[in-house]
Structures are given as structure tokens and as C-alpha cells.
């Protein structure tokens, strides 16, 4: 009897070509979208290039948002890659940028060769432990990962914005609900006129590719992903691997949040994220799991959201409009 299977080959050119497809359907939806509110989509289009490319500082400002959608995509790519759904990245990204803004607040004064690295680390510490958590009840319980990981998001929003209008508001605010800016020593150092998450991204990328492809965690990953079953026959511990995994992802997760709370934002606020989280879902997807892939990506992304900001001043579109396309 002969057995015909799929190739491998071909259901990644499908995939691929699946990709190609839904990125021109969103352009020509787009473009009916723009026709209706009265503009000439092409001139739309070169106008949101312009608004990203046009000076070195919206070149910047590009760059400055693909940084953070880059990290948060790199974290999730860990969780998929094993078939855990972390939905979770937005709440990671809030308790990663709180608990490095409690250092950031707490000692403003210490020297920025150590407050830095603290802040990072402690932002690393604060998604991973609350990327576990999860994890945890995963192994423990076999919970849904997905609806899990979701209404952590909301606990996390929710504590920033106690912290924001309670114990953490700055009393020199005059009553408006709003953390203290951080101090000189609690900023991200500037290269190239960007804040240093730029370098932190690029190498991130190559280190994650390097651990899913080259490394004995990175094989195991995989083969969870795979099989659980299989992962089990092999001698793989699936529970700690999983919770190993899901400090990695959160951790990455929260270095996105604390790099944003003191790189751009340069404090904690409620609207810190502005949804990222969600987006880096996409971003991971669109991109195959790859970490190359999701450089590409995430600047691809950050173009239209730096686009579609600049368009809503040139072509008066309004901002939710703008979010749209």
C-alpha cells in the first residue's frame, strides 16, 4: 500500500503563502477603508512611510517602538514554541516594569552603574515569577494556560493603578494620579540618540535563536511542544521544563516593561503598555516562531503604528480610525 504524507516543505510555503495573503488583504481592506473616509489610500500609504521614515527622528521614535514589541515577542515565542499558550504577556510586562520602578523609586539617588542593572534584573525577576504562576497550576493542576495566563493580565493593571493613585502617587503632583518621574540615574543611557534597548534587543535576538536551535532546554522545549508524551519517554521532567520555560518568557516579558518604564516613559503608569502584550501575540505568529523573524516583524509593526500616528495629523484621520488600519 502506498502512503502519501505532507512535506514538511510545502506546508511552510503555504504557511508562507497564507502569511503574503492576509498582509495584502489587510493593505486593500485598509485601503477601502481609507477611500471611504475620503483620502487616496496609495498617497495615505507614503504618508505613514514618511511618518516613519520622513527625519532621523521619526526614524527613531520607529525604532524606539520596535524595541519593546521585539522583546515581549521573543518571550512568547519561548512559551509557544513548547505549546503553552501564554496569554499573559501584558500582565508580565506590568509586574516586570513594577518591580524594577520599585528600585528606579526607592533608591533614585544610588550610582546608574548599579541602579540600572538592578532595575533590569528585577524586571526579569518580576515577569518571570509571575510568568510561573501559571506554570505553576499548569503542572500542578493541568489548568487552562490561556485563561490563566489572560486574568493575570488584569490583576497586574489593576495593582499599577492602585499604585498610581495610592501609595506610590506623587504627592507633588497636586492631587493628579501619577507616579514620580525617575531620577537621571533611573533612565536608560541614550546610543545613537536612542535609549540602549535597541542594543538589548539585537542581542536578545540572537541569543534566543541560539537557545531554541542550539541548546539542550531549546531541544527539550521543542520536543514538549511535540509531544508530551514523548517528551515524558525521553526522560524530559515536562513540569520543570515548563516552569523553566515560562521564567524565561515572563522574564523577557517584564525586561520589555521595566526597558519601556525607564527608556520612554520614564515612570510606571497604567498606560504603559498600551496593549503590546496583545500585539506581540500576533508578531510571534506572523512571524513562525522564528526570533529573526520577529525583528523583521516588530519593526514592521512599529512602522504602522509610527505611520498611522503621523497620518492622523496630515490626513486629520481620526485615532481610532488610524488604529484600524
Known sequence: ??????????????????RIFAVALALLTSGLFIMFLGHNPIDVYISMIE????????FRETVVKTVPLVITSLGILIAFKMKFWNIGAEGQI??????????????????KGLLIPIMILAGIVGGGLYGLIPAFFKGKYDTNET???????????????YLQYGPWKDPSANGFPKIATFSDNATLPKL????IGWVIAIILVILVHIFIHNTKKGY????????????????????RTIMEAMFLSGGLCGLAGIIQASGVNNTLSVEL???MGYTAIIVTWLSQLSAP?????????????????????????????????
Open 273 to 275: 503598555s498600551g496593549g
Open 51 to 58: 511618518g516613519s521614515f520622513g527625519t532621523l527622528y521619526r
Open 94 to 111: 506590568y509586574m516586570g516594569a513594577f518591580l524594577g520602578s520599585f528600585f528606579a523609586l526607592k533608591f533614585p539617588n544610588a550610582p
Open 220 to 239: 527539550e522545549i521543542e520536543v514538549i511542544g511535540e509531544s508530551e508524551n514523548t517528551a515524558r519517554y525521553a526522560g524530559i521532567n515536562v513540569s
Open 192 to 195: 545613537l540618540g536612542i535609549n
Open 147 to 161: 485563561l490563566f495566563t489572560l486574568m493575570l493580565n488584569y490583576i497586574a493593571i489593576k495593582w499599577v493603578t
Open 293 to 325: 523573524l520577529i525583528a523583521l516583524v516588530s519593526f514592521l509593526f512599529a512602522l504602522l503604528i509610527q505611520g498611522g500616528s503621523y497620518i492622523q495629523t496630515a490626513f486629520q484621520i481620526p485615532q481610532s480610525a488610524a488604529d484600524i488600519m
Open 1 to 18: 500500500m502506498i502512503r502519501t504524507a505532507e512535506r514538511n516543505d510545502v506546508m511552510e510555503k503555504k504557511a508562507v503563502l497564507i
